[in-house]
């Protein structure tokens, strides 16, 4: 087998590399400006998304604002949330674990198995931040109507407690 600094050596290869790189400036040009445009409708509608978020968040403020009681509805509703971002994220932490090597291989699964055992964990993590996301978005409307709501317990870590 020839070496490659032999490779090197031949006119073969720097014609070869001389004609894709050519190849590849000319794809690039017009690669770009397909980019830019994904680049930009990309940023205009998270922009919009953004937009339309505030939108609502500031709708339901001045719902609640308006009707106290379904301040009650509200609190409900994030603490309902917060708690199936929990179940959510123990699942897809179990799901995780079982597909993990050493767990399969005592409980003798397939590789297909630990395939469906990670996506499916890496699923259920995902339903888990976005319930969890849904839930914050929520508290930010109950700390505008009522600033004195009470702070969560996980608050006092991440503030430091002093201990």
């Known amino acids: 087998m ?3 600094s032999d490779y090197l050596h031949s006119p073969a290869w720097w014609i ?3 004609v894709l ?3 590849l ?3 690039g040009a017009f690669a770009v400006r397909g980019i830019d445009r994904w680049g930009g409708q990309f940023i205009t509608r998270w922009s ?3 937009a339309a978020k505030k939108r609502r968040t500031a709708q339901l403020i001045a719902g609640v604002r308006a009707d106290p009681t379904r301040l009650i509805w509200v609190g409900f509703q994030a603490q309902s949330l917060k708690t199936s971002s929990l179940y959510f994220f123990a699942f897809g932490a179990v799901l995780l674990l079982g597909s993990s090597y050493a767990v399969s291989a005592m409980l003798t699964l397939d590789e297909v198995t ?3 055992l990670t996506i499916a964990g890496g699923l259920a993590l995902w339903v888990g931040m976005l319930l969890g996301s849904r839930g914050a978005d929520l508290e930010i409307v109950i700390r505008a ?3 004195e709501w009470p702070e969560p317990a996980s608050a ?3 503030k430091g407690s002093g201990r």
């Open 114 to 116: 630990r395939w469906i």
């Open 145 to 147: 109507v009522e600033p």
């Open 16 to 18: 070869t590399a001389g």
């Open 156 to 158: 006092e870590i991440t």
């Open 2 to 4: 020839p070496a490659l």
């Open 21 to 23: 790189g050519l190849l």
């Open 25 to 27: 400036n000319i794809l």
């Open 48 to 50: 919009a998304r953004t």
